[in-house]
């Protein structure tokens, strides 16, 4: 009987490609992408090029945290207003006081300011 030379992969198909998609979504690295599937970043690339669920996973993720920050940045360009509401708890998850409303107001930049000279 013929064994393949080399240690058994790691990979899970069910699990892995999600992990990437939700590392990749929120902006991380591959170094801490793989650092959290608790992989070499050698790995990672090779997981990339074998399994190509895991490549679209991490494309995907990667796009859709490239689309938030295109979107920040257009919303700031055009000038907008955001209500943001915080709320301080103590250790047995008990609200201490009232919550803090902070508005915050991008100014619209104007065309003149955006020119290359």
């Known amino acids: 009987m013929f064994w393949p030379a080399g240690r058994h992969s790691r990979y899970d198909p069910s699990l892995d490609p999600r992990l990437a998609l939700s590392a990749a979504s929120s902006g991380k690295t591959n170094e801490e992408i793989s650092k959290e599937l608790g992989i070499v970043v050698s790995t990672l690339g090779e997981w990339r090029r074998k399994h190509p669920e895991f490549s679209v996973a991490l494309h995907n993720g990667r796009d859709y ?52 000279t």
């Open 65 to 116: 945290a490239v689309a938030i920050l295109v979107d920040s940045l257009f919303n700031r360009a055009i000038g907008m207003t955001i209500k943001e509401i915080r709320t301080t708890y103590d250790r047995e998850e008990n609200v201490m006081g009232r919550p803090l409303m902070k508005i915050l107001s991008f100014k619209m930049v104007q065309a003149r300011q955006l020119r290359m």
